[in-house]
């Protein structure tokens, strides 16, 4: 244990030392960054709108979808999506035909650097890693190239077949008409819908001279790259680790595709672990993180918000019981599971039973865990959506208060049982320790397509020693 061994925790073995979260930022539906995110979470307010006209299903998807939901709501980033180009310092201004999204993610790394106190526009290189969780599946970028391309010929051949007789020159005029109406992308612009090349730029910008990776593991992304970048400081790949997840606005062909594959609610509003939920709700946003190595950013006087301990992979709840016994930390020392919850009712059944029997049935005196969502607030950030998880956890961490998720009008039944030791956190409470010699800990689950990533944090002792 950090500062207060026992006999019952031994001393951390160096590929689970503990790493230090030292920064962060974040960009969501209603919430500029961690602080107000918290005030959100406080208030048990969701920034889950009704989605504007001009978002509506495409009219060649109408056929496509017939037994699928396409959302009437989401979690949109709305005017925080846009950053302003000469705080970041980049060589040369973004035009309309590139990649709009490298100045968003730029911005939160950033956002977090100065956070955590660094400054990223120094000539000092830092010998740091970035691990970027970014899965675009449309980027302006992308689409701008095939739209004077392959959208082009194809708008061409389809006149040529309506106008046979038409002259040669008229339909030209028609191609150069059309090219007009999309942006000009230079020579460079392409490589902006490459994400490793966004990656590059932010890892450029921020004096890093480490790798800069690319992450997509869906909705686990989030608490994968944590610790891919954990693992990078106690290997000693790097002093300092970077690492963010985003999901961009969404454009209505990503809209229409995820319904393919997402159960979306018809609802207007996302709760979590609610027996009358009818699926889940689409959000937008990200968040980054500076790490560092305890040893590290307490000789650096550094805030800490939280400690990365161990993170494991699995199917279910196990990932969450891998990492306990990964880190050779008991399970029932976690008093907070930021759970997936995702409002799918079937899913959200399952992972109250799976937690339940990790916990076991509650005896007077026994352990508790608290269960809750963020996906409520914000809506379901698929890539980024664990992110978000691990800015509520830290922070509940930090300010020793067990945030809410949105409060549920009827919470599913197997939280009200009296023999549960999992319990629904729908309001803030103080965190309080039984055991002023055990830290306080949380854990983050994801889960997506059968598979699921757990990591376990802690809080920086009050009393170091």
Known sequence: MLGRKTKAEPADAPQTAPVAVVGMSCRFAGASDPGALWRMLMAGRSAIETLPNDVALPIGCRNLLPDRTYPSSAGQLGDLYSCLSFEQRFPRALNCGENQDAYFISQLAIDALADAGMRPHVHETVRGTLRLGYAPVFTSSGVNWLGHTFFVEQTMEIARRFFPGAPVDALEAVCAKLRESLPAPDGGAFGTALPHRVADAVARACSFSGSATVMDAGSLTGVEALCAAADDLRRGDADVALVGAVTPPYSRAELAGLSGVAAFSPDRSLTPFDRDAHGTIPGEGGAFFVLKRRADALAAHDRIYALV???????????????????????????????DGSGVPEADAAEVAELQELWGEHKPGGPLVGIGSVKGNLGHCFTASAAAGLVK????????????????????EALSRLDSSVYLLDRPRPWITGDPASPRRAAVLARGDGRSAAVLLEEEPEVRA
């Open 309 to 339: 301990r161990a993170g494991a992979s699995g199917t279910g709840a196990a990932s969450l019981a891998l990492a306990a016994e990964q880190s050779r930390l008991p399970l029932a020392s976690v008093a907070m599971v930021e759970a």
């Open 393 to 412: 956890t830290a922070l509940s961490l930090h300010r020793r208060v067990l945030a809410p998720q949105v409060a549920p009008a009827h919470p599913l």
